[in-house]
């Protein structure tokens, strides 16, 4: 599964449905390490593990900027706000 940009990470976080018991952060950082354990094998492209680790640190950004509230909010597609 190859995930380009900061909204499909959010996205795929919501529809994963883990309530309050996962924070967006938590699953941020655990993509993170899983995405540079990848990086250290060397069957793996390593270009496209790279941009995801990118597109997470931006994610962790701007939830330390921001807030996780407002990250998903800002992320969450119009059709989640209506009917999620």
């Known amino acids: 599964m190859v995930i380009s940009s900061a909204q499909e990470y959010v996205e795929f976080f919501i529809n994963l449905n883990m309530g309050n018991e996962v924070s967006l952060l ?3 950082n655990n993509e993170k390490m899983t995405l540079k354990q990848k990086l250290k094998n060397k069957i793996n492209e390593k270009e496209p593990i790279e941009q995801g680790i990118n597109i997470l640190e931006s994610i962790i950004k701007e939830i330390s900027e921001n ?3 407002k990250v998903l909010s800002k992320y969450q597609t119009s059709d989640e706000r209506n009917h999620g």
């Open 26 to 28: 938590r699953f941020i």
């Open 67 to 69: 807030g996780e509230p």
